[in-house]
């Protein structure tokens, strides 16, 4: 009989039951003896995986919280029904995808794509423009839909901070405390509801944040591990691709990696071949697909956006030339010669290409400004002309390296010159001021030569000796000075129309100093002769390459101070938020939380203050962290507060603008840490029963404090009625600067107040042609007609009211232009009283003037007569007597100033009987034109008051009258200032330019 074998049978796994504040989701940690030393087992436990995972319990209350979470944050969602702060470019950027138009952005495309895909579900088509904050919705724009998206995804980053609370070590209990009180903050809420990419990216971070949470106590090379690996770098790549914090976050998750793979490395348990598989495979997946993630999402955007349009000024033309509908001149003449007309463009920054028109400088020389101009126009052309000498008529001279030549702009006729003169606005003493110069029939002068300097290294080689448009780079030197043309960043006042400043330099970074030519056009080059280059056709790296070049230099340009913007420093304990919307005496404004904000910096500091101590506990040879939770809670916190710095200290050193939604990525992970300091207070501090209950009020306090911050200042998150006295009495600290004034004094205002932030189809440009034109009466109405109200109605009612007083309206307008033009009669004839008084004066002046010149006459021909007689006897005399002379000098000044001095009484006796005569006559008119006055302004009050319909009528009835319409305009002349400054835009360079006043003419006998 076979003996039968014993088989060992493992023993159960033992879970905990589970209640909300009972299951220990903690484990002790494992050390195992090995040949050498003792090692911390680094496998997780399957009772800790069960413990860490969700119950079947905790999904009833957790729904319970989300459908709160959605009432938070979708309460109102529709309102205000306009543009929101950052609305107007994210709002914009989608209506771009929509109709695939290509736009340069600082930041990378997914959320902005997400955006243009709701809107595009919607229905919307893209013509809004999101120009201006405050500018209404019209009904075509889905903005509810596409305000919808994030607030959905703020609801999953409250769901996904209780998951990770829950993965990291926190009972449920705990946990739906932390998510109870994030679900509340006031910042998070209101960055929810708009159309922002913060809410994206913040689903996107706490995507990645749990996953990698979950990952971390997964048997290794489980599927469950290489899945949750995988969402990590899954979440990675969607916070990358939609904002670069992203990075932030893929460094947090590789310092975690590497911080968790050092005590795999001490756990003499796992092989090397397994540590070189958990480094290959956290490395491979965690960089590989978050950056095929972020390639594809670009590739994506790339194949989407394919029309060129006015937002690629800050492209380079060889990436235009790859967009439909694009301007870029094509099949340029490949050789560039004396005579050719050329466009000439600056190879290292976005100001474009050189340009100068008809306006100058206000200050040095004060000639002709030479600019860049980003856009193609007729002022960007250059005539090139050899430096000594007329252009070859029936010869093409080929422009090679080396020649001296001149520019000519050819719509100006002046000349690129240079001089030692300081530039405009630039002050270093190496830049010399950059002009045009010339005029009709001038040569040119030496300070017109520049000489022209391939530069070999970056010019393609058959491009190297003769210049070819695109192909050669080249510098142009000032032959008489040996200073560079050169450009920078630096724009121009309102005078140079913010175009980007040109000078030539001797020092300076010398790429600045690179430019070449792309249109060219030379007539005298042979048609059997001619060849044409272009450029070349961009691929998807080279479109991603310059495209993430523009990115960083645009975004490390936003330097321009921002009226909202506020430093990190101030960030921890919200010093200042941001003023996202005010209407209608309503104001949406960023605040934060304050209780949370403050705990989660109390929690970060004293965490910090507790590993200080832990340091030297430890050095000094004293146990440190033995308990099963403060192990834990020293792991997690540490690696959150490595989040939280990796997320915040990186502001410190960018020089852009900055702002408080900055910090948020930071401060979630600081919610976190705050949570994982709920847990240690209830499982190791507050151990006996009397001291958990104290944490429990503890928590029931800090739980009323932030429902408190939430519902006092819940009018800033919806843009609901607040007061004035309330909202001074809520600014606790002097900083926050949400504009209390913006309110009204009392509730009872709102219900008597009418909302006018609507949109209004009358005046947008959406409205066809063939729609019929709404009468004054219907534009009056749904102007002032409330959200609900029937509009209909409202116009037939106003219709009906019309047409009963237009009667009663036109006879007390007939009654008062009677009036008028007996008050218009009465100011004729005063005026023309008065004008006849100034007539008189003028002739009497005019009488007196011919006698007093006749008298300075005779005294000067008296002088004259005198003069020669005193020389004779000083000739006579001037030998031995030399007082004569001086007599002589004093007689004659004597006589001239005699003369100069009735010369000067017959003039102010002139000057002043004129002004006397006109200003008796200006003061006679006034005084007629104010009597008209009352009677004019009460008959214009009571025409205004009714119907535009009745009032066209009469005034039709008063202008048929020619004597009426005659004396009202002159009446109107009398009244009217002097005409304002016309301001018209130049055609050249689509700028405001305000023309000089031209002289009043004046006839020669008024001078």
Not at 170 to 199: C, G, K, M, Q
Not at 569 to 598: A, T
Not at 929 to 943: D, F, I, L, N, T
Request: glycine fraction near 6%.
């Amino acid at each position: 009989m076979a003996k039968k074998t014993s088989q060992r049978v493992p023993p159960p796994i033992v879970v905990d039951k589970f209640t909300l504040s009972g299951v220990d989701p903690v484990e002790a940690p494992k050390f195992a003896e090995g040949e050498v030393r003792d090692y911390l087992v680094t496998t997780p436990s399957s009772k800790l995986v069960r413990n860490r995972s969700i119950d079947t319990q905790e999904y009833a209350i957790l729904f319970g919280l989300l459908i709160v979470a959605c009432v938070v944050r979708l309460y109102a969602l529709g309102f205000p029904n306009s543009v929101v702060f950052d609305e107007v470019h994210f709002g914009k950027f989608a209506a771009k995808y929509i109709k695939k138009e290509f736009f340069m952005d600082v930041h990378p495309p997914l959320a902005k794509m997400l955006y243009g895909w709701v809107g595009q579900l919607g229905g919307y088509d893209g013509e809004f423009p999101f120009k201006t904050i405050g500018d209404p919705f019209p009904p075509e724009v889905p903005y509810y839909l596409m305000r919808l998206f994030p607030a959905v995804l703020g609801v999953g980053t409250v769901l996904f901070c209780y998951l990770t609370l829950r993965n990291s070590g926190v009972r449920p209990l705990v946990a739906l405390f932390t998510l109870s009180v994030f679900l509340i903050e006031n910042s998070s809420v209101t960055l929810s509801r708009y159309i922002l990419l913060d809410s994206p990216l913040m689903f996107f971070i706490a995507f990645s944040i749990w996953a990698y949470k979950k990952f971390e106590f997964q048997k290794p090379f489980t599927s469950a591990w290489f899945t949750y690996l995988v969402l990590t770098g899954v979440g990675l790549g969607l916070s990358f691709s939609s904002k670069w914090v992203g990075l932030f976050t893929i460094a947090w998750v590789g310092a975690s990696c590497v911080y968790q793979v050092w005590f795999i490395i001490g756990d003499l348990s796992v092989t090397f071949p397994q540590v070189v598989a958990h480094l290959f495979y956290r490395g491979f997946i965690l960089l590989g697909v978050p950056l095929t993630m972020y390639l594809g999402f670009f590739a994506i955007h790339f194949n989407i956006l394919t029309k060129d349009n006015e937002s690629t000024a800050l492209l380079t033309s060889a990436f235009k030339a790859s967009l439909e509908n694009n301007n870029i001149p094509k099949n340029m003449l490949a050789l560039v010669g004396l005579g050719s007309v050329v466009t000439i463009k600056h190879l290292e920054t976005f100001g474009g290409y050189l340009h100068s028109h008809n306006h100058f400088y206000p200050t040095g020389s004060k000639q002709q400004q030479i600019t860049l101009y980003p856009h193609i126009d007729h002022n960007n052309k250059w005539v090139i002309e050899p430096y000594n000498l007329t252009i070859p008529e029936d010869e093409f001279v080929p422009l090679t390296n080396g020649m001296k030549i001149r520019l000519k702009h050819a719509s100006s006729g002046r000349r690129l010159h240079s001089h030692d003169e300081k530039p405009p606005v630039s002050e270093r003493d190496w830049q010399k001021e950059a002009s045009c110069y010339g005029y009709d029939g001038f040569p040119g002068d030496a300070n017109d030569d520049f000489v022209v300097e391939i530069v070999q290294k970056r010019s393609q080689p058959e491009a190297r000796h003769f210049v070819r448009p695109i192909q050669t780079i080249f510098r142009l030197k000032h032959a008489m000075t040996g200073t560079y043309l050169f450009s920078s960043e630096v724009k121009l006042p309102d005078w140079g129309f913010k175009q980007q400043e040109v000078t030539t330099a001797s020092q300076g970074a010398r790429p600045l100093t690179y430019w070449y030519i792309e249109e060219n056009t030379n007539e005298r080059i042979p048609a059997a002769s001619r060849t044409y280059v272009d450029y070349p056709k961009f691929g998807f790296w080279e479109k991603f390459l310059e495209s993430h070049k523009r990115m960083w230099i645009i975004n490390n340009g936003l330097t321009g101070h921002h009226n909202w913007q506020s430093s990190p420093q101030s960030w921890p304990l919200f010093e200042r938020g941001i003023n996202y919307w005010v209407h209608d005496h309503r104001q949406v404004y960023l605040f934060g939380n304050i209780p949370l904000y403050y705990a989660v910096t109390a929690a970060l500091v004293t965490f910090v203050v507790h590993v200080m101590i832990s340091v030297l506990r430890w050095q000094t040879g004293r146990s440190v962290a033995t308990n099963k939770n403060v192990f834990n809670f020293n792991s997690q916190v540490f690696g959150y507060t490595l989040g939280w710095i990796l997320h915040f200290f990186p502001f410190f050193i960018m020089g852009r603008q900055l702002f408080i939604h900055h910090y948020l990525p930071a401060f979630y992970f600081g919610v976190l840490v705050v949570g994982h300091f709920f847990e240690l207070i209830v499982d190791y501090i507050c151990v006996s029963p009397r001291l958990r209950q104290m944490s429990y009020v503890f928590f029931g306090l800090f739980f009323a404090a932030s429902v408190f911050f939430y519902y006092n200042y819940s009018s800033l998150i919806y843009g609901t009625p607040w007061t004035k006295k309330v909202c001074n009495n809520s600014k606790l600290i002097s900083t926050w600067d949400f504009e209390c004034n913006a309110f009204f004094d009392t509730p009872g205002e709102y219900s008597n107040y009418t909302m006018t932030n609507i949109y209004m189809p009358t005046v947008t440009k959406t409205m066809t042609k063939d729609a019929p034109k709404p009468s004054a009466v219907e534009t009056v109405f749904v102007k002032q007609a409330a959200p609900g109200e029937d509009q209909e109605e409202l116009v037939q009612a106003a219709l009906q009211e019309a047409a009963e007083k237009k009667s009663a309206v036109q006879a007390a307008a007939g009654e008062k232009i009677e009036e008028v033009k007996e008050n218009v009669e009465e100011v004729k004839d005063e005026v023309k009283a008065k004008v006849e008084e100034v007539k008189e004066k003028v002739e009497e002046v005019k009488e007196a003037v011919p006698e007093v010149v006749e008298e300075v006459k005779e005294n000067v021909e008296k002088v004259e007569e005198a003069v020669p007689e005193v020389v004779q006897e000083v000739k006579g005399k001037i030998e031995g007597v030399p007082e004569a002379v001086e007599q002589v000098v004093e007689a004659v000044p004597e006589a001239v100033e005699h003369a100069k001095k009735a010369v000067h009484e017959a003039i102010e006796n002139v000057k002043e009987a004129v002004p006397e005569a006109i200003k008796q006559a200006k003061e006679s008119v006034h005084e007629a034109v104010e009597q008209a006055k009352p009677v004019k302004e009460e008959a214009a009050e009571e025409v205004l008051e009714v119907v535009p319909e009745a009032a066209e009528e009469v005034l039709e009835e008063a202008q048929a009258t020619p004597e009426i319409s005659q004396a009202i305009d002159e009446h109107q002349e009398l009244e009217s200032p002097p005409p304002a400054e016309t301001v018209y835009f130049d055609e050249e360079d689509d700028v405001p330019v305000v023309p000089p006043l031209a002289e009043s003419p004046v006839d020669e006998e008024t001078k």
